[in-house]
């Protein structure tokens, strides 16, 4: 193995800085209370980097780095790499990276395009933390990597091939002499909205999302973070033991129709029967008599081609209708087989999960006691699935209280969210709700997540259609 020494003498215009073992720990204990394994990595990387390389730049270039922003370094290493150094009337940008291939340099787009944040240079560090040193291997310029650099969209990086990087660090100090301009204009930021922010802060706080710069857009998510108290706020949160996130296993809903479903998922009817107490504001107990005459004309609607909207009327009004009448029931199906539109679909299966809870073409519906109180109240999550033309399925989600409540609390929210964790549908529970619902619809194979949310606490659920 080469010693630093050995390094110098192969590359001379190159600097090498070592640390010691404590450097090392230290770095290490002081990474452990981030949010993620990313995050504590990339903390520990930089920090170790810093602590090193402001001593080197010192003694081998004669520069007096100031770290930018030195009280909240642990609001940028949570989510993102790089720390920014300010010398004299410049500012240098330090990129750590630990892999062995240093035929690119890759800069995170936030340091080049957040109008406050881009730097006049961009300092590429090899560390090998085994080993016990630091490669300073080359420099480039915010000009250079805006005009020369190739834009990776995926991760949302600027790349610059090793030929075009300045490897002669000893230019760096000819350079700070020079009055040239090394940065280019970029745009300025939209100002967020209060509610636009307080949603993007939900949203990237989950700790289902591990990389939160990459699960918005990235004029959003640059807006955000550019505010150092709104970055603070994330940091808080996302790092916080307070909130309560709890991620279930992941369930296949397309293998729900085909009966391969998980032993916490009850069926609707067994779950009734075994809470009926805690179901007992939700579900009427109590029918009136219809007039024969009037079923048979709502029967008569659901038989023709009268249109969704009759349709839909027909089947809530049905809802009271003795369960086991086998003519309504019939209609129902009938009506399931030939809607196009949503709500009438699930209308229409509310009536016959009432009327006839085991009909094969309804009867996937299952529910799951969470298996913990949010704020001390006790819920429950009832999925239904139905399919659809051209291989998509229907979802439809519903929460209800447990326990002795006839009523969610109110304020508790149900929310759908993408696989990027940005919230697509929500529901809030007001006054006197028995239960909160969402419905959506989906191809085979797309995911979303199912949050149920009460002031600080969330659960998580996954799902994949």
Same mark, same amino acid.
Request: net charge negative; glycine share 2%.
């Given at each position: 193995m080469f010693t630093v020494q050995d390094l110098i003498g192969l590359h001379? /215009?190159?600097?090498? *800085?070592?640390? $010691? =073992?404590?450097?090392? #720990? $230290? %770095?290490?204990?002081?990474?452990?209370?981030?949010?993620?394994?990313?995050?504590?990595?990339? %903390?520990?990387? &930089?920090? !170790?980097?810093?602590?090193? +390389?402001? @001593?080197?730049?010192?003694? #081998?270039? =004669? !520069? /007096? @780095?100031?770290?930018?922003?030195? =009280?909240? *370094? %642990?609001?940028?290493? #949570?989510?993102? &790499?790089?720390?920014? *150094?300010?010398?004299?009337?410049?500012?240098?940008?330090? +990129?750590?990276? #630990? $892999?062995l291939d240093t035929e690119e340099f890759r800069v995170p787009q936030e340091w080049v395009d957040i109008p406050s944040w881009k730097a006049n240079y961009y300092l590429a560090v090899q560390v090998y933390p085994d080993n016990g040193y630091l490669h300073l291997w080359g420099y480039t310029t915010h000009e250079q990597l805006k005009n020369q650099g190739v834009y990776d969209e995926l991760e949302r990086v600027y790349v610059l091939p090793k030929a075009d990087m300045i490897d002669d660090l000893s230019v760096l100090m000819v350079a700070q002499d020079l009055c040239e301009e090394e940065t280019v204009f970029v745009p300025i930021l939209p100002n967020l909205t209060a509610i636009q922010t307080q949603q993007l802060l939900e949203q990237l706080s989950l700790k289902t999302i591990e990389i939160p710069r990459l699960a918005v857009p990235f004029v959003q998510w640059a807006a955000l973070i550019e505010n150092d108290d709104v970055r603070e706020q994330l940091y808080q949160r996302r790092c916080s033991p307070i909130i309560t996130q709890i991620q279930q296993t992941i369930s296949h809903l397309s293998q729900w129709l085909e009966g391969f479903i998980a032993s916490e998922w009850q069926d609707m009817a067994i779950f009734l029967q075994q809470n009926r107490m805690a179901f007992r504001g939700v579900f009427r107990t109590v029918r009136t008599e219809i007039d024969p005459e009037q079923v048979r004309q709502w029967v008569e609607i659901l038989q023709g081609n009268s249109g969704e909207g009759r349709w839909k009327i027909a089947a809530q009004n049905l809802r009271d209708v003795t369960p086991g009448n086998q003519q309504v029931i019939a209609a129902l199906v009938e009506v399931l087989g030939k809607t196009t539109d949503d709500e009438t679909r699930w209308t229409v299966a509310e009536t016959l999960w009432t009327l006839d809870p085991e009909n094969p073409v309804s009867r996937i519906r299952k529910v799951k006691d969470l298996g913990m109180e949010i704020n001390g109240e006790s819920v429950a999550l009832m999925v239904a699935v139905l399919p659809k033309q051209d291989n998509r399925l229907a979802v439809f989600i519903r929460l209800y209280p447990m326990g002795n409540q006839l009523f969610l609390p109110p304020q508790i929210q149900l929310r759908v969210l993408e696989e990027t964790g940005e919230i697509f549908l929500s529901a809030e529970a007001r006054e006197q709700d028995n239960f909160i619902q969402l419905k959506l619809g989906g191809s085979r194979g797309e995911r979303f997540n199912v949050e149920v949310k009460f002031g600080e606490n969330q659960i998580t659920e996954g799902f994949i259609i």
């Open positions: 001379p /215009n190159q600097i090498w *800085l070592e640390f $010691t =073992d404590k450097q090392r #720990e $230290t %770095a290490w204990q002081n990474s452990r209370s981030f949010s993620h394994p990313f995050s504590q990595w990339n %903390a520990y990387l &930089n920090q !170790l980097v810093l602590n090193t +390389i402001i @001593p080197g730049l010192q003694q #081998e270039l =004669d !520069l /007096n @780095p100031v770290i930018w922003k030195s =009280d909240s *370094l %642990a609001t940028f290493w #949570e989510i993102l &790499n790089g720390t920014k *150094l300010l010398i004299e009337n410049r500012s240098l940008v330090i +990129i750590p990276s #630990e $892999t």
